[in-house]
């Protein structure tokens, strides 16, 4: 089915679309406050590089995919749900919810100001709330994310994690030296840095 891409009707989406009305033209609507049945879950799938997926094709218009980006919500048990004031679906995501891609740095140090740009366009902040953690993937290698809302993540494309890890510096944390960057008032941990 390639409803994503044409103009031909798709019941799940219209259904989606329809619920709220003009609500993603006057900001985030508030997914928090809403809480209608859960109606199961449907054939949508966020890939590992950011791409958005409706019965196994691409989504190629980017208005659908920010429109989905958000009512996007993460339940108590981990579940990713698209919600809306009268429907919640489970969809499937095999990394994270969003992916970012852009990155300006303004000052250094714990005044060091940091905003990233996701696939779809939220601009971030980092700071203790948007925080910045690093994980080990199976090569060994760093896979940084950033908070976003709510429980939701961005995966930090390469270029910008090599840009970050470029910024980092050996801190003191509860008694341990981490390696991490300091930013939006905190300091973001990458890895142990050695004995102290």
Same mark, same amino acid.
């Given at each position: 089915?390639?409803?994503?891409?044409?103009?031909?009707?798709?019941?799940?989406?219209?259904?989606?679309?329809?619920?709220?009305?003009?609500?993603?033209?006057?900001?985030?609507?508030?997914?928090?406050?809403?809480?209608?049945?859960?109606?199961?879950?449907?054939?949508?799938?966020?890939?590992?590089?950011?791409?958005?997926?409706?019965?196994?094709?691409?989504?190629?218009?980017?208005? /659908? =995919?920010?429109?989905? @980006?958000?009512?996007?919500? %993460?339940? +108590?048990?981990?579940?990713?749900?698209?919600?809306? !004031?009268?429907?919640?679906?489970?969809?499937?995501?095999?990394?994270?919810?969003?992916?970012?891609?852009?990155?300006?740095?303004?000052?250094?140090?714990?005044?060091?100001?940091?905003?990233?740009?996701?696939?779809?366009?939220? /601009? =971030?902040?980092?700071? @203790?709330?948007?925080?910045? %953690?690093? +994980?080990?993937?199976?090569?060994?290698?760093?896979? !940084?994310?950033?908070?976003?809302?709510?429980?939701?993540?961005?995966?930090?494309?390469?270029?910008?994690?090599?840009?970050?890890?470029?910024?980092?510096?050996?801190?003191?944390?509860?008694?341990?030296?981490?390696?991490?960057?300091?930013?939006?008032?905190?300091?973001?941990?990458?890895?142990?840095?050695?004995?102290?």
């Amino acid at each position: 089915m390639t409803s994503t891409d044409a103009n031909s009707p798709d019941p799940v989406l219209d259904r989606l679309t329809a619920a709220l009305g003009g609500a993603a033209t006057r900001g985030p609507p508030p997914v928090e406050r809403w809480n209608p049945p859960y109606c199961g879950e449907i054939d949508m799938r966020i890939a590992a590089d950011g791409t958005w997926f409706h019965n196994g094709t691409p989504i190629r218009r980017p208005a /659908l =995919v920010k429109l989905f @980006a958000s009512i996007l919500r %993460r339940e +108590e048990d981990g579940r990713i749900v698209l919600v809306t !004031p009268v429907e919640c679906v489970g969809i499937t995501v095999e990394d994270a919810v969003f992916i970012a891609v852009d990155m300006a740095v303004e000052g250094e140090g714990d005044s060091r100001r940091i905003v990233l740009r996701t696939n779809v366009d939220d /601009l =971030v902040t980092v700071d @203790a709330e948007h925080s910045l %953690r690093f +994980e080990e993937d199976e090569a060994g290698g760093l896979r !940084p994310y950033l908070h976003v809302r709510r429980g939701l993540w961005a995966l930090v494309s390469r270029a910008i994690t090599y840009d970050l890890v470029e910024m980092g510096e050996d801190r003191m944390v509860d008694g341990a030296s981490w390696f991490g960057i300091a930013a939006g008032g905190a300091f973001h941990p990458i890895a142990p840095s050695g004995p102290t």
